[in-house]
């Protein structure tokens, strides 16, 4: 069984540059936090806003916050974006705090240094979702090589 990450049907398989605006002015496709922001603006939803998306889980997963603070109305890339760009590789205080000291620094510095590239504000310049699979992989597989046992203790993720 595959995992598929989806958004109520708003990016479809072969789907061309742009899909319909929502009819109202105040409705979007998409939940907030998620939605990539030149979506927003221009109303064309690509493939990189796929990637925006998932950049967004990513920084969920290393952070442990949600993507929208309904208590706070502060999206997750508005709070960590800019830490983001001032990071100088340094990650620390971004990780989920309930994770203590149980994870590795340099697996976490390249999970938001990806999140970071996939949420970037040009598309054109996010990378593609096979980049972010590859990389993923790379870094799987350097954290195995490096003594990491995986999160089934045979080397499996």
Excluded: W
């Excluded at 598929?4 to 061309?16: E, P, W």
């Excluded at 927003?40 to 969920?60: I, N």
């Excluded at 590239?117 to 593609?128: A, E, K, L, T």
């Amino acid at each position: 069984m595959g995992a598929r990450l989806c958004d109520f049907g708003s990016a479809r398989m072969g789907f061309s540059a742009a899909v319909a605006r929502p009819r109202s002015a105040h409705a979007m496709l998409g939940s907030p936090g998620y939605v990539d922001p030149h979506y927003l603006r221009t109303g064309v939803l690509t493939k990189k806003s796929d990637v925006y998306s998932f950049g967004v889980l990513l920084l969920e997963l290393v952070t442990g916050a949600e993507a929208f603070s309904a208590n706070t109305e502060q999206l997750l890339t508005a709070v960590i974006g800019p830490r983001l760009r001032d990071l100088d590789g340094d990650v620390g205080d971004l990780v989920d705090p309930r994770l203590g000291r149980e994870y590795e620094l340099s697996e976490a510095t390249a999970i938001a240094a990806l999140a970071a590239r996939c949420i970037g504000g040009n598309p054109s310049m996010r990378p593609s979702m096979a980049e972010v699979v590859q990389i993923l992989q790379e870094n799987v597989a350097a954290s195995i090589s490096a003594g990491g046992e995986g999160s089934d203790g045979n080397g499996r993720v």
